[in-house]
């Protein structure tokens, strides 16, 4: 898979992929991730990305012209099976859709930043909107690293134990089970005797009730 990201801070997405499992993936040449600097495409001599928005009011809008050229070089190289905004007001990233895009070959990630991007490369180019929460953040680039780091790490080979992304969390439709390691007795507390046990079937039903069990306290909208 390749991942193309557009963005005014570059430096801002540097840190994310260059470590533990995101790193891991990239040196495997599982995954390719580039970062692109939209100055880079402004067009302009004073590298500018951004003006003042038509009919007035609060808060800079990043140009068209930009993000245009920028993406217009790179749909040169390669065709994108999705060109991804980040934008608190898109669909909301969830487990299924992580594992959609991490069917897809090439992603690329449009950043956002001040008041958001001119409409029109979202009505030309933009063929997904994705938000990480219902908040605002000040730019696009660390939802772009949330994003990034759900799909990387569902691609084969990724993680070292490749079944342990489908018993995470939300896979199943249910949360995961607790987990324990070392010391069996810390302070006097314990670790379930069952986890002790070695009798594997035993274990997995047991983890299946706690994951059940966990679901129906903390997260019942699951189970509708
Ligand atoms: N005026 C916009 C917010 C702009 S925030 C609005 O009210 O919807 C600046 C940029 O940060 C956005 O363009 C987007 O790229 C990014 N961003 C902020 N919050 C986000 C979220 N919850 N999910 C994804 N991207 C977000």
Not at 56 to 80: T, W
Not at 206 to 217: G, I, N, Y
Request: net charge negative.
């Amino acid at each position: 898979m390749r991942i193309d990201i557009v963005t005014v801070l570059p430096g801002l997405l540097e840190s994310p992929f260059s470590h533990s499992i995101l790193q891991r993936a990239r040196n495997k040449g599982l995954a390719e991730i580039h970062v692109h600097n939209l100055r880079d495409y402004s067009g302009n001599k004073h590298k500018s990305v951004d003006d003042y928005p038509y009919g007035g009011g609060a808060g800079m809008v990043m140009s068209v012209i930009p993000f245009a050229n920028c993406i217009d070089h790179l749909q040169k190289e390669r065709s994108y099976d999705e060109i991804i905004f980040m934008s608190p007001d898109g669909e909301l990233l969830e487990q299924p859709l992580a594992n959609t895009l991490s069917l897809k070959k090439n992603l690329l990630i449009l950043c956002g930043h001040y008041k958001g991007i001119d409409e029109r490369i979202r009505e030309h180019y933009v063929t997904r909107e994705i938000s990480i929460g219902n908040y605002v953040l000040s730019g696009g680039e660390l939802p772009a690293a949330v994003l990034v780091d759900a799909v990387v790490r569902l691609l084969p080979g990724v993680l070292s134990d490749e079944t342990s992304a489908l018993s995470d969390s939300f896979q199943n439709g249910l949360v995961d089970a607790p987990s324990y390691t070392r010391p069996a007795d810390f302070r006097g507390w314990k670790v379930p005797d069952i986890l002790l046990s070695g009798n594997t079937p035993e274990i997995d039903k047991w983890r299946f009730e706690q994951s059940l069990e966990r679901t129906r306290s903390r997260r019942p909208d699951m189970l509708k």
